[in-house]
Structure formats: C-alpha cells, structure tokens
C-alpha cells in the first residue's frame, strides 16, 4: 500500500488513484509518496539485461500500489513507452538524451500518456466521465492532447491564447478530434490560467462536471519521468561512472522525478538544473532564499516560470534543508545569447542541432564540467523542429520536415473562439 500525503500537512493522505483523480490536495498542497524504498542493488547491477518495459515496472509498481493491477500497469506501461531513448555521445565527456522520440516530440509525452492511461482505468469504475482542463502556452496541450486521444470516459478540453503558440503546436491542439476540445482565447497564456483556476472553484460547473487538472502537479505526470534517467543510465553504465545529469528546468518536475531515481539507488554524482533567464533556482542556490517573480518571454519558453511548482518536492526529498540540497545540485541561468551561441557551437564541432532547451541543459554541463569531473548528459527535451525559426535563424539553415509533421500540417484546425470567462463556463456546462 502506498499513500499520498500533502506538503502543505494539512489534507488525509490518500492512495495513488484519489491523487491522479483530484491532482492538488484541499488544502492545495502537492501529493509526495508516504516513502521512498531503494530498489535492490542487483536491479541496477544487472539494469542491461533488462527492456525498458521491466525497467519501469519494478520502477514505478511501488508507487502504484494497489491502485492498479499489474497486468493493467504492465499494459499501460507498453503503450506509453513504444519509442526509444537514446543517448548520443557528443564530446568526450558529453553527451545528450533524446527525450523527443515520441508522438509529439516533446518529454511531455510519457508524462502526459501515463497520466491518461492512469486516468482512463480509474474512470472505468466510475460512470460520471471526467474533465481535465488544461491551459497551454505550447508543449503541453499537444502531449495532453495526444495523450488522452480516445480515451473513454475523459473529456480534455484545452485553452490556449490565440496567435500565441507556434503553427506546429496549434495544428497539434486543434486537429485531433474526438474527446479533445480546443478553446481559442482571445488573451495571453495567464488569461487561460486564470479561467482554468477559475472553472475549478466555480461550484455551478462542479456541482455537474468532475474535473481535474493534467499539469506536472499531477503524480502520474512527474514520477514517470523518472524513467528517462534509468534509461540513460542504462545505456552508460558500462562506459562511464561519476554520471552528472543536467537538466533544462521550468517548473522543476523533471529534475525532480530524477532525483527520485537517484533516491530509489541510481548512482548519480551531480545534477545541474539549467535555467534561461527564469533565474529563481539558481539565485536560491547562491542565497538559500526562495523568491518567485514573474515569468520573463525567452527563447526557451516552455521554462518561462517565474515560481517552480515542484521546487517544493525536491526540497522535501532533502528534508528541506538546502545545504543537504547544494551538495549534489547546482543551478545555471543563461541568456538567450549564449544559448543560440550554444545551438551554433554544437553544429558547428558535433554536428548536432538542438533545440534552445535542450541547448540551455548543455551550458549548464559545460558550466559545471569547467571545474569538476564526471560525464555528463544533457536531456534533450523537444524535437528542434518545434522551435523551426529559432533553429533555422541561429543556424542559417533550413532543417528537413519530418513525415509526422508534414502529415499534421495538412489536417485542419479546428477550435472555438472564447473571449470570457462566461463563455468559458457556458461550453462547459452545454
Ligand atoms: C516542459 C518543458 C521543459 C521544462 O520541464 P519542467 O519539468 O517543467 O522543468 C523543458 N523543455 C521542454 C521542451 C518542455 O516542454
């Protein structure tokens, strides 16, 4: 049995299925698992033997508990990861892992199709269908989307601010159909926020609809990601000891759930969270003091976060005690300058086109590995195709469209225009 117990300390701990299904306590906390156990050594001893399918299982079965059945988990395991994770060597003490292999081409996906799934087999107890209200300022309406395709039992709907994602990342919100609606707001990326929160407390929608959330909050989107680290080290345990991964970081849930990894026994030696100017992690790490402010527009704009949701989980993980922290955690913030110096940089000696987050995560290594050893990995977490000018500006070339996208270009958009709340809340109740 596993449960669930809120940060805030101030909600009843509940079990994996209640915390998918509501994805923030009541007293608007975030769920942390009751304990984190080690694997046994000989899982990572003999880590290569194994696919990646029995990998996440033994990873991820305590965590599940009796939530769901394994045949059920082994079952939803195999669809979320049917594509491949490979590690790239780039320098001799560098290399990167590709984390864009899937449908949407963004780490999201594994996330976002866990969580689906999850959500899915608990609905099917359940004869009241759910909701999950998602606003999106690009990757992640498309990996919700996509993931939560014909699911029974969930209705998505997905607002995004109109004009304001990229042409890729609309087609993705507003060509799929089915149980996925796309909302067109009139207004930025907070105004969608803002309506979502909104909807959440408005009991003339709840009172009818049940709804939840699917943003990294949400367990079933953060702990899967854990997967990505055992993965890597996987590929490279045999080649290369004293790992230092780093980790291109918005809201913190992916470095967080490789700590995790590296809780559950993974030999990690550092990890580096790499910021754009976003830089409120790497002033905590300079000052121990945690200060939000708002989020500025980069370059790499899925880690355009001023406040990181999920810092609070990897404090937790070291008993909010920072000096525990900074002894295997470093944060670096770059300038979107140095990071199209970074994307020219890798082309130019390694051949390599990264995308501007995936080249944030490689200064953060170069930055580290200045003055200490290790081998270092950099997650590369989107195609470079989904950031099409950017790249090609940088590089002054022009990047080949993959099958997948050009397919995706032809299909038509298809949203609703909302310019208020109130409208909002009537395509919700209709
Ligand atoms: C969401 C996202 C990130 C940031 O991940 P967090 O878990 O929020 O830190 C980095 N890169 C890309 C491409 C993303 O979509």
Redesign the pocket.
């Known amino acids: 049995m596993m449960n669930y117990y809120s940060l805030n300390q101030n909600a009843p701990k509940v079990s994996f299925k209640e915390a998918v299904i509501h994805g923030i306590a009541p007293d608007k906390g975030l769920y942390f698992p009751e304990r984190i156990t080690p694997l046994p050594r000989n899982f990572f001893a003999e880590i290569e033997g194994l696919s990646n399918y029995e990998i996440a299982f033994k990873a991820i079965q305590p965590f599940v508990g009796d939530a769901i059945p394994s045949s059920v988990l082994n079952n939803i395991i195999s669809k979320v990861l049917d594509f491949d994770f490979p590690v790239v060597a780039l320098e001799p003490t560098i290399a990167t892992l590709e984390l864009f292999h899937g449908p949407t081409m ?3 996906d594994v996330g976002a199709r866990f969580m689906a799934n999850c959500l899915g087999y608990f609905s099917q107890e359940s004869t009241k269908k759910v909701t999950v209200l998602v606003a999106t300022s ?3 309406g498309g990996a919700v989307a996509n993931g939560f395709l014909g699911v029974d039992g969930v209705e998505v709907v997905i607002l995004y601010p109109s004009g304001k994602v990229s042409p890729i990342q609309e087609k993705q919100l507003t060509t799929l159909g089915q149980n996925i609606t796309a909302l067109e707001v009139d207004g930025s990326f907070d105004d969608c926020q803002r309506m979502v929160k909104k909807a959440f407390l408005d009991t003339t929608i709840t009172k009818s609809k049940k709804l939840t959330s699917a943003n ?1 909050i949400n367990v079933a989107r953060w702990l899967p ?1 854990l997967f990505y680290y055992l993965f890597a080290y996987k590929q490279v345990k045999h080649n290369h000891q004293d790992l230092v991964f780093s ?9 967080c759930a490789g700590m995790v990894a590296q809780k559950l026994g993974m030999p990690v030696k550092h990890f580096i969270a790499a910021t754009n100017s976003n830089d409120t992690i790497p002033l905590f790490t300079e000052t121990k003091n945690y200060r939000p402010k708002p989020s500025k527009p980069t370059i ?1 704009n ?2 355009d ?1 001023g406040d ?1 949701s ?1 810092f609070i989980r990897i404090l937790n993980l070291f008993d909010n005690n920072a000096d525990k922290l900074l002894k295997g955690f470093s944060s670096y913030s770059f300038s979107d300058s140095e990071t199209k110096e970074a994307i020219r940089h890798l082309y130019k000696n390694s051949g390599y086109i990264a ?1 501007p ?1 995936g080249a944030v995560g490689y200064l953060g290594l170069r930055e580290y590995l200045k003055d200490h050893n290790g081998y270092g990995i950099f997650l590369e ?2 195609h470079p195709i ?1 950031f099409l000018e950017t790249v090609e500006n940088t590089l002054g070339i022009q990047l080949p469209i993959p099958e997948k996208i050009l397919e995706l270009i032809k299909k038509p958009k298809k949203s609703i225009p909302i310019n208020s709340y109130n409208q909002f809340a009537q395509f919700l109740l209709s």
């Open positions: 963004a780490f999201k690009g990757d992640t990294s990601q980790v291109p970081s918005g809201n913190f849930g992916n470095i790499s899925a880690m976060v990181p999920n995308d987050h977490t989107a989904k």
